[in-house]
């Protein structure tokens, strides 16, 4: 193996290997890949592991850690309500019984959570959670105060997690502001998303100054949800980044001032931008006079694709590989676009639905797919969500409710998973 032996049809076929002499082999490291790891770890200044099956594989493995760190006895784990269906999969193989924490606002993909939220739950909760898990940056971009956080889950000896798959250029920064230096105890970062790796990337990365558990039943985590064929493709890119991280820093802390130049620009022009982190500009497309698919659309017949749209927001994201002309070319066509008069309508107001299964009772029961305007006081299954953001906005084992539905039309969400 692989069939193709080298030479198929793509032309990269020779570098796309398994496990052969001198390749050594991910879930049990010691040769080149080890030696990798290890690169990787010391320019991250924790301990980092390679996966290739993206942030997804390392939520779970994140997310198993935990609860067996806990003995299994607690299975409760709070989470950000703007969690990825992948947190949703893992609560549902681990059969985690899942807080879901709302914090203030009425953006289910941005969560406005502070320590004193934070306090404030875990002081009054009955039976604390193993862990906190958290998304920043989340997919608009913003950051949460995951220093405080942190403080606060350490006073009550809650693990703080952090999907953090949209940052993992936060380590290069002037002053890093990756999560696990800013106190998280677990995260998972998609190297493909920020760094130059292929995609599937990523890294599930551990604070050194956790018990050593976590660190010696990493690999076997791992090795539990990944399959056993990893792309060494995948592998050979991470590898490869280890060198252009050593360099990154300085890159990206002259690619950033470019990038406020455009924000500042954009701003200046009566733009409202809602992000606060470095490599992301978020639109308030409303407040411009249009919807997020209008300006979508404008921009990719002028060939530029956003990351990210829906009615309120687009949302762009950039690294130091984008070329000054690609930031020339979004900022004129921005610009050119003449403001209208803002679009009042608002965001249905959402209220948090009864639970009525586990999550992974609900996973593992017969469901269908039925209309939304059918689902009225059903129970959602799977949930039906693409990428991106795959961010549910009911939870598996939720009742459906009028306030789920208004939601789900004002999304354009036309079918939901119900059960049996």
Not at 26 to 39: H, M, R, T, V, W
Not at 74 to 91: D, E
Not at 142 to 151: C, H, W, Y
Not at 195 to 221: M, S
């Amino acid at each position: 193996m692989p069939g193709h032996k080298g030479c198929g049809l793509l032309g990269f076929e020779a570098f796309d290997i398994t496990e052969i002499a001198g390749a050594d082999s991910l879930y049990e490291a010691e040769g080149i890949i080890k030696e990798s790891e290890q690169n990787a770890s010391t320019l991250f200044g924790c301990d980092t592991f390679y996966s290739t099956e993206g942030s997804s594989h390392c939520i779970r493995a994140m997310l198993y850690l935990a609860l067996t760190f806990s003995g299994g006895k607690n299975k409760k784990i709070a989470a950000g309500r703007n969690a990825h269906k992948s947190f949703l999969t893992a609560a549902a193989l681990l059969d985690l019984s899942v807080d879901w924490l709302c914090g203030r606002g009425n953006n289910y993909l941005s969560l406005n959570l502070n320590a004193t939220d934070i306090e404030s739950y875990l002081s009054s909760c009955k039976e604390r959670p193993i862990a906190l898990y958290l998304t920043s940056p989340d997919y608009l971009g913003n950051r949460l105060n995951i220093k405080e956080i942190a403080a606060v889950c350490h006073k009550y000896g809650v693990l703080l997690l952090v999907d953090n798959a949209h940052g993992a250029y936060l380590k290069f920064l002037s002053n890093s502001e990756h999560p696990i230096d800013l106190g998280a105890d677990m995260c998972s970062d998609s190297a493909h998303k920020t760094l130059p790796v292929l995609t599937g990337g990523a890294y599930l990365q551990i604070n050194k100054e956790l018990d050593p558990f976590f660190k010696e039943n990493a690999k076997a985590a791992l090795s539990l949800f990944g399959s056993t064929s990893p792309s060494y493709l995948i592998l050979q890119s991470l590898d490869a980044a280890n060198i252009y991280l050593c360099e990154f820093k300085s890159e990206l802390n002259n690619f950033i001032p470019k990038l406020k130049k455009v924000k500042k620009s954009l701003v200046n022009s009566g733009f409202v931008l809602v992000e606060n982190e470095p490599l992301k500009i978020t639109v308030s497309a409303k407040a411009y006079g249009y919807l997020g698919f209008e300006l979508y659309d404008y921009l990719a017949r002028k060939n530029l694709i956003a990351e990210f749209c829906d009615k309120d927001f687009i949302t762009f994201m950039f690294t130091p590989k984008n070329s000054d002309l690609d930031l020339k070319l979004l900022e004129t066509a921005l610009l050119e676009l003449p403001k209208r008069s803002a679009i009042e309508s608002a965001t249905p107001i959402f209220h948090l639905p009864p639970k009525r299964l586990s999550v992974r009772q609900a996973v593992f029961a017969k469901n269908e797919t039925v209309d939304v305007k059918s689902a009225l006081g059903k129970i959602c299954g799977v949930p039906i969500v693409g990428c991106p953001p795959a961010i549910p906005i009911v939870m598996c084992g939720e009742e459906i409710t009028e306030s789920v539905i208004e939601r789900f039309e004002y999304y354009g969400i036309k079918k939901c998973s119900v059960i049996l």
